[in-house]
């Protein structure tokens, strides 16, 4: 990758997933030259602040980041510096109003003429995403939950309707027949609701 200002976007950057390119993303450069960090406007909010309320630095940045992630990003970067990427690492920060971001950052050399100058880096706030797909799977999984009800709820109304059973008398068989074929119980379910709609509509039904 040749140099490219901060203000650009690198194509490396570009060809993060979807995912990634709807959550807020900033880029980092740092040249060896002048050990100067290169921050977007959009990483410098990430953080929490605009430009010109903090320099960014190395020190600064670890700052934010937890306490036991610390070594790790350390580490991670001494790493990139010596001997470039692409690499990438998930980092949790606190921004300057304490409250917590999910980070991914990704590195690697910044190269002219064939000969590492720097280290680039884009930084992806995955907290948004994350909180998403949480709130996602849960609203799935309630909607799982209510239609195993109702198909079981089904399948005791045509057990009680066939054999004359209470509704827990019904339950208690699907229960029975659910442990001795080693299937969930709203399989077992959804099994007599099928047999029941079969059956009616077979000539003999």
Partial sequence: MTSNSISSLPESAEDLSPAYLNCPTGLVEYFFSDGIFRWSDD???????????????????????????????????????ASGGPS?????????????????????????????????GVVVDLTQSIHTDRHQLATEAVAASARNRAVIEQAKGILMGRS??????????????????????????????????????????
């Fill in 88 to 120: 990438s690492i998930y980092v949790s920060i606190r921004d300057r109003k304490d409250r917590q971001h999910k980070l991914l950052f990704s590195a690697d050399f910044i190269i002219e003429n064939g000969t590492p100058v720097g280290v680039w």
């Fill in 164 to 205: 004359g059973v209470t509704a827990d008398e019904a339950y208690e068989l699907i229960n029975q027949q659910s442990q001795s074929l080693n299937k969930k119980v709203h399989a077992i379910a959804h099994e007599i609701v099928d047999r029941a709609a079969q059956h009616s509509r077979s000539p003999q039904g």
């Fill in 43 to 81: 990483l410098y909010r990430i953080y929490g602040y605009e430009r010109g309320d903090v320099i960014p630095s190395m020190d600064m940045a670890l700052a934010h980041i937890e306490p036991d992630d610390r070594p790790t990003v350390q580490a991670f970067w001494d790493r990139v510096a």
